[in-house]
């Protein structure tokens, strides 16, 4: 249970609290869109944003949506897999990943993940790949890439589309180039809740031309470019005051960045030397957007479990999440539904979701709220004493 002793925070210090960058730049932008009375149908705010998305990941196309669950929908379906194939992806992800999938009658099928990088374990993969497998879908979780190089083997060994999960991988890298690029298609969310956010959306981003041509199409109620029905579709589009935010974050990135890596840094400097807790490290040898600072706690080690530890920073004002407890195969429908999701044990999936603890970070958190967290922590791990002596 959280503390009863006076709270350490006299205000909540959240986890993924909205980065709005410069104001004044901001409303110039929607006071433009006003000014034209074009507020949606690919105006020109969200061509200005797709070419910069383009061009930040080094991708031929960029089709944004409405939020990232659509994106994964479309492109999906945009890359030739329909209602009863099953796709294989990772159950260490949150749970919109598989929801996006099951919505629209896709069958995920739930792989294991490597405890080290918290992404799909490719031999895991290989070994669900059955008759009826027409995709894999995989996560860059916290922005730690994917084994790209091993995924991309399974997918042309086997002929089917490989797509990415990259809501947290914007401004990240594999092997030295950007995240965006790779499989058939990779989707980024701009959630409020992301370091570069565009109120709500997402964007699909990939080179291959026909199936960026065909996700275009589906996001417009299957409209092709010279306004005729190519097909169904749905509505998904992104209006022109959100990419206003989104252009508008874009010209903070690397500042936000910065804050964020200075952040990491400091929670490593605070967490050192406490016996069972460790900061989640970022890939080596690649550029990371350090918009997550997750923690993993080791009860047999630091001798206190990990809820607890959550309970104690709540009581402190400080709002921490379980990223991702459950996974997904644990989560409904996929628990219940044995009979459309074969149960399977996901050892190490089910071991990092019950270590893992998500603390805040971002432009709203100093050096002085880490410490304190970090104080919170080290005190609730027995070797360093109560948590109240806080009070």
Known sequence: ????????????????????????????????????????????LVREFEARI?????????????????????????????????????????????HALEWIGIVPVFCDVDEETGTADVAHVERLIGPNTRGILGVHVFGYPCDIEGLSALARRYGIPLLFDA???????????????????????????KFINTFEGGAIVTNDDELAERARAMRQQGLDAEHRVAGPGTVARMNEICAAMGLTALEAMDSLIEVNRRNHGHYEEGLAGVAGVRVRPMAPDEHANYQYVVIEIDAEVAGVHRDVVNDILLGHNVLSRRYFDPGCHLDEPYRSNTSRHAPLPLPRTEALTDRVLSL????????????????????????????????
């Open 1 to 44: 249970m959280p503390s009863t002793a006076t709270p350490l925070f006299a205000e909540p210090l959240h986890v993924g609290l909205p980065n709005v960058g410069d104001r004044v730049r901001l409303m110039e932008r929607i006071n433009g869109a006003l000014d034209r009375l074009w507020l949606t149908n690919n105006g020109p």
């Open 54 to 98: 383009a061009a930040l990941t080094g991708a031929r196309h960029c089709v944004t949506t409405c939020n990232a669950t659509t994106g994964i929908q479309i492109a999906a379906k945009a890359a030739g897999i329909r209602a009863g194939d099953e796709v294989i992806v990772p159950s260490f992800t949150w749970v919109a990943t598989a």
């Open 360 to 391: 805040p970070t971002g432009p709203a958190i100093g050096p002085a709220e880490i410490s304190g967290i970090c104080e919170i922590i080290r005190q609730a791990v027995p070797a360093y004493g109560p948590a109240e002596a806080l009070v």
């Open 167 to 193: 809501a947290h991988a914007l401004g990240c890298t594999y092997r030295g180039r950007p995240i965006g690029g790779f499989g058939s298609a990779e989707i980024f969310s701009f959630h409020a809740t």
